[in-house]
Structure formats: structure tokens, C-alpha cells
């Protein structure tokens, strides 16, 4: 069982918007503003899409967007394309004792 | 551009030790505020993660398996290692080492995120 919660899947169609929720507690998601979302396509390495909540690493599409509040971070992808479809994985500091968390991940079909 | 690239067996029987290396160009494991990491993903499941170097030479593991694991560095050979001890079949899955940002501040540690991912190796364990 993963650490942060994640809804098993989501779907949308082509041009919509959808948001992923990736919960945790006060001693991750809500202590620290390191919540990094990543990307997997069948196959494929992880990539990552967001880090520090909401920051877009260069090259990401500005389609995707995070944020974050209390003990919830989000991922929101507008203009919804095929190519979205995939895995998405949420990923938080925790502190000294546990140190890194992930979400059980959110498969993302494009209708 | 930063690179890297995981090699070890891709059979290993139970009770054996897992021995993977992580080698990457494009940075140096020497420099602050950078670290590599370790993740795996058993097959069709979600990312788990396991232990990360830091430039410092410190090392952070997952709680879980931290009586199993060992991370070193070879920062002229640009490696990373990690051991497994123990294996298991539920060890089976995808090995992934990614560059890692992450910071030191009065000896407190932190993990900021995994910026560039290898493609993995696979690794099942069975007799």
C-alpha cells in the first residue's frame, strides 16, 4: 500500500480538462513543498512533469499544471491530447524517518 | 545532457544478493545538491522507492528494506551500486536509478525530485 493516494484512474476527452489528486498527511504532502508528479507510458521510464508543486521542468507543456493544498497536491492537464494517456505518480518529501513517498498511481485514459 | 543507464542480472534465485549498477555521464556525483537514487516497480504495480546517494557521501534508504540495502558511489568511475540482500520473488520488477536534486541544510537532509530516469533494468527472481 502506497503512501500518498491516488485515484486508481481518471479519463477525458480530447480538449477537456481532468485533475488527479494525490493525498497524504502532515508529515508529507502538507509539511513540504516538494511534491513532484511523473509521467510513464507503457514500457517507459518515469519522466517527470512537475517538481516543487508546481514548477514545469523545461520542455514540459504548459498543459500540465500542479498545486497544492493542506495534505492534497494536484495534477491538472488541460486541452486534454491522446498522447497524454498514461501513468501519473505523485512523489513527496517526508521527512528524516520515511524520506521518500509515491503514489499507488492514476492511469489517465483519453476517451 | 545528463545520462543513465542500469546494468546487473536479470535472473537471480532466492536468498541470493541483487547487485546493480547505475552508470551516468553529464554531471558529477561529486558536486552539492546532487544525488542519485534508486526506485523499482514490480511488474504492473506502482513506483516504490529504495535508497539514495548523496554527493556528501550520506545515504538515505527506505525504511522497509533498509536491513537489506546497501548504496555506494564511485564518483571517478561515475557508478552508483546497490545491493539487495535476501531476494525474494516479490523482489521481481523494474530497477530504475534517476539524477536526483536535493539539498542539505544544518545537517538536516532533504529530497527536492528525480529530474532524469535511466530506462531500467529487469530483475526476477525465481529458482
Known amino acids: 500500500q502506497s503512501a500518498l493516494t491516488q485515484p486508481a484512474s481518471v479519463s477525458g476527452s480530447p480538449g477537456q480538462s481532468i485533475t488527479i489528486s494525490c493525498t497524504g498527511t502532515?508529515?508529507?504532502?502538507?509539511?513540504?513543498?516538494?511534491v513532484s508528479w511523473y509521467q510513464q507510458h507503457p514500457g517507459k521510464a518515469p519522466k517527470l512533469m512537475i517538481f516543487?508543486?508546481?514548477k514545469r521542468p523545461s520542455g514540459v507543456s504548459t498543459r500540465f499544471s500542479g498545486s497544492k493544498s493542506g495534505n492534497t497536491a494536484s495534477l491538472t492537464i488541460s486541452g486534454l491530447q491522446a498522447e497524454d494517456e498514461a501513468h501519473y505518480y505523485c512523489?513527496?518529501?517526508?521527512?528524516?524517518?520515511?524520506?521518500?513517498?509515491f503514489g499507488g498511481g492514476t492511469q489517465l485514459t483519453v476517451l | 545532457q545528463i545520462t543513465l543507464k542500469e546494468s546487473g542480472p536479470t535472473l537471480v534465485k532466492p536468498t541470493q544478493t541483487l547487485t546493480l549498477t547505475c552508470t551516468f555521464s553529464?554531471?558529477?556525483?561529486?558536486?552539492?545538491?546532487?544525488?542519485v537514487g534508486w526506485i523499482r516497480q514490480p511488474p504492473g504495480k506502482a513506483l516504490e522507492w529504495l535508497a539514495l546517494i548523496y554527493w556528501n557521501d550520506d545515504k538515505r534508504y527506505s525504511p522497509s528494506l533498509k536491513s537489506r540495502l546497501t548504496i555506494t558511489k564511485d564518483t571517478s568511475e561515475n557508478q552508483v551500486v546497490l545491493t539487495m540482500t535476501n531476494m525474494d520473488p516479490v523482489d521481481t520488477g523494474t530497477y530504475y536509478c534517476?539524477?536526483?536534486?536535493?539539498?542539505?541544510?544544518?545537517?538536516?537532509?532533504?529530497?527536492?525530485?528525480?529530474?532524469?530516469w535511466g530506462n531500467g533494468t529487469t530483475v526476477t527472481v525465481s529458482s
Open positions: 553529464g554531471f558529477s556525483l561529486s558536486t552539492s545538491g546532487v544525488g
Open positions: 502532515s508529515s508529507d504532502i502538507g509539511n513540504y513543498n516538494v
Open positions: 534517476a539524477h536526483s536534486i536535493v539539498a542539505v541544510a544544518r545537517d538536516y537532509y532533504y529530497f527536492y525530485y528525480m529530474d532524469v
Open positions: 512523489c513527496s518529501y517526508a521527512g528524516s524517518s520515511t524520506f521518500v513517498v
Open positions: 516543487e508543486v508546481s
